[in-house]
């Protein structure tokens, strides 16, 4: 009876992680589309560099927040953590929000700082999540499996929220304001105000995480493991892999200019679309992949998967923008049909690949570290930055160079994610007690 009742409680408490990784994409991925109409207002002429700087305040928040985050999990639980998190975004939002009534360089500002602020919130909800899935799986295969399932709830909130902006938009001018995509933040108000609600009355126990005297916790660190330390680097670059692909693809297939894809008819709402299918195709690679992940390694995936969006980035970089193919889209409630350049369907197929790396690198990453588990996951929190980093380099490369030259820079970190499968994900460090 006990058994079958702990049994219950961890059902639960996986529904509960579940939902609460699909309001981090809802969140994070509000940043890009807004971005458009940000960098299309006279004050900031079009740069796609400041266009992208609401994302990379929503990922600086993780550089300040993701090591005291993982203290906070240690020391209020679970729970405590989650609703804290949920009340940080309820006001980051809100204050996204307000930023609609400033005009000019002031609302921008107060943009940027509510993006900041969902950042913290966001990045503690990651916290929790994370390592509560695969500690709930038993790690190994099995909790790999679970933060794959939870990533196709993440994906779903993440093909649907630039989706909704581009079609609350059309086709972006510099009369285009923030106000015009209230909707979409009053959604997310609503689902904080209801998340915080129902959370509080879901019981979630704290799995136990190794609770050890102060001094047998600082016999040694995360970072005393090379595949640790390998793959806190390698969650930096991911999450810049993939925010930038179809963050730059977004502001590729809307701009209007000779820079841009040169898309007739509403520019934002197919780049809108266009992006919002990247994400749906990494909720269908997350969806697969967790019913494979018990037969398939973690090892095995990552080699694979960076190998081929390794050569879709090159063929992309190398086509002409001439070359165009009729590409199915999703608009939120069917599938459409829209002209875009060949390389917009190539870095859209790259979402099949990114759908199965964050998982895969946190469960290679964490391997046989046992109570240094909650410590590595805030110090992988504050690596999450890297999705705010490396966005704003590649855009800066695009206004200088071109959107696709820039892909040089999910290129190389690829390689990068393609040598730590390879090789240094391995544990060289069994010697070190963990128990």
Same mark, same amino acid.
């Given at each position: 009876?006990?058994?079958?009742?702990?049994?219950?409680?961890?059902?639960?408490?996986?529904?509960?992680?579940?939902?609460?990784?699909?309001?981090?994409?809802?969140?994070?991925?509000?940043?890009?589309?807004?971005?458009? $109409?940000?960098?299309?207002?006279?004050?900031?002429?079009?740069?796609?560099?400041?266009?992208?700087?609401?994302?990379?305040?929503?990922?600086?928040?993780?550089?300040?927040?993701?090591?005291?985050?993982?203290?906070?999990?240690?020391?209020? @639980?679970?729970?405590?953590?989650?609703?804290?998190?949920?009340?940080?975004?309820? $006001? @980051?939002?809100?204050?996204?929000?307000?930023? =609609?009534?400033?005009?000019?360089?002031? @609302?921008?500002?107060?943009?940027?700082?509510?993006?900041?602020?969902?950042?913290?919130?966001?990045?503690?909800?990651?916290?929790?999540?994370?390592?509560?899935?695969?500690?709930?799986?038993?790690?190994?295969?099995?909790?790999?499996?679970?933060?794959?399932?939870?990533?196709?709830?993440?994906?779903?909130?993440?093909?649907?929220?630039?989706?909704?902006?581009?079609?609350?938009? =059309?086709?972006?001018?510099?009369?285009?304001?923030?106000?015009?995509?209230?909707?979409?933040?009053?959604?997310?108000?609503?689902?904080?105000?209801?998340?915080?609600?129902?959370?509080?009355?879901?019981?979630?126990?704290?799995?136990?995480?190794?609770?050890?005297?102060?001094?047998?916790?600082?016999?040694?660190?995360?970072?005393?493991?090379?595949?640790?330390?390998?793959?806190?680097?390698?969650?930096? +670059?991911?999450?810049?892999?993939?925010?930038?692909?179809?963050?730059?693809?977004?502001? *590729?297939?809307?701009?209007?200019?000779?820079?841009?894809?040169?898309?007739?008819?509403?520019?934002?709402?197919?780049?809108?679309? +266009?992006?919002?299918?990247?994400?749906?195709?990494?909720?269908?690679?997350?969806?697969?992949?967790?019913?494979?992940?018990?037969?398939?390694?973690?090892?095995?995936?990552?080699?694979?998967?960076?190998?081929?969006?390794?050569?879709?980035?090159?063929?992309?970089?190398?086509?002409?923008? =001439?070359?165009?193919?009729?590409?199915?889209?999703?608009?939120?409630?069917?599938?459409?049909?829209?002209?875009?350049?060949?390389?917009?369907?190539?870095?859209?197929?790259?979402?099949?690949?990114?759908?199965?790396?964050?998982?895969?690198?946190?469960?290679?990453?964490?391997?046989?570290?046992?109570? *240094?588990?909650?410590?590595?996951?805030?110090?992988?929190?504050?690596?999450?930055?890297?999705?705010?980093?490396?966005?704003?380099?590649?855009?800066?490369?695009?206004?200088?160079?071109?959107?696709?030259?820039?892909?040089?820079?999910?290129? $190389?970190?690829?390689?990068?994610?393609?040598?730590?499968?390879?090789?240094?994900?391995?544990?060289?460090?069994?010697?070190?007690?963990?128990?």
């Amino acid at each position: 009876m006990k058994q079958t009742k702990q049994q219950n409680g961890n059902i639960v408490a996986i529904i509960a992680m579940m939902f609460l990784y699909a309001m981090i994409a809802f969140v994070t991925n509000l940043a890009a589309p807004i971005g458009v $109409i940000w960098k299309n207002q006279p004050e900031l002429m079009g740069s796609n560099m400041l266009g992208m700087m609401g994302n990379m305040m929503n990922f600086l928040a993780y550089l300040f927040m993701g090591i005291p985050a993982g203290k906070l999990l240690v020391k209020i @639980g679970y729970k405590k953590t989650a609703l804290a998190a949920i009340a940080v975004g309820f $006001i @980051g939002v809100f204050i996204q929000y307000l930023s =609609g009534f400033p005009t000019g360089l002031a @609302g921008f500002w107060v943009y940027l700082l509510g993006a900041f602020i969902s950042g913290f919130s966001v990045c503690m909800l990651n916290t929790v999540v994370n390592p509560m899935l695969n500690l709930l799986g038993g790690g190994g295969n099995r909790g790999n499996q679970l933060n794959l399932i939870g990533g196709t709830c993440n994906s779903l909130a993440g093909t649907l929220t630039p989706m909704l902006v581009g079609a609350l938009v =059309g086709t972006v001018t510099k009369d285009t304001a923030i106000s015009d995509v209230n909707l979409v933040l009053y959604i997310a108000m609503v689902v904080f105000a209801c998340a915080f609600l129902i959370l509080s009355f879901t019981p979630i126990a704290d799995p136990e995480m190794g609770k050890t005297t102060q001094d047998t916790v600082f016999e040694h660190s995360p970072w005393a493991f090379r595949h640790c330390t390998l793959g806190v680097i390698g969650i930096f +670059v991911y999450v810049g892999i993939e925010i930038g692909i179809p963050g730059t693809l977004n502001f *590729y297939i809307s701009d209007m200019s000779d820079k841009g894809a040169g898309v007739l008819g509403d520019a934002a709402a197919i780049g809108g679309f +266009v992006a919002g299918t990247y994400w749906l195709l990494m909720l269908v690679g997350r969806f697969v992949a967790g019913f494979i992940a018990d037969k398939v390694s973690s090892r095995v995936m990552m080699m694979t998967v960076s190998t081929v969006a390794i050569i879709l980035i090159l063929a992309a970089m190398f086509s002409s923008k =001439g070359t165009t193919t009729s590409m199915p889209v999703f608009t939120g409630s069917s599938f459409a049909m829209v002209t875009v350049p060949i390389s917009a369907l190539l870095l859209v197929l790259c979402g099949l690949c990114t759908s199965v790396m964050w998982a895969s690198i946190f469960n290679l990453a964490t391997e046989g570290l046992g109570k *240094y588990t909650a410590a590595a996951s805030g110090i992988f929190m504050m690596m999450v930055v890297g999705g705010g980093v490396l966005p704003l380099v590649q855009n800066y490369i695009a206004d200088k160079a071109g959107y696709m030259i820039s892909y040089i820079v999910p290129l $190389i970190a690829l390689a990068y994610l393609l040598f730590y499968a390879v090789y240094g994900c391995k544990n060289v460090n069994k010697d070190i007690p963990v128990d």
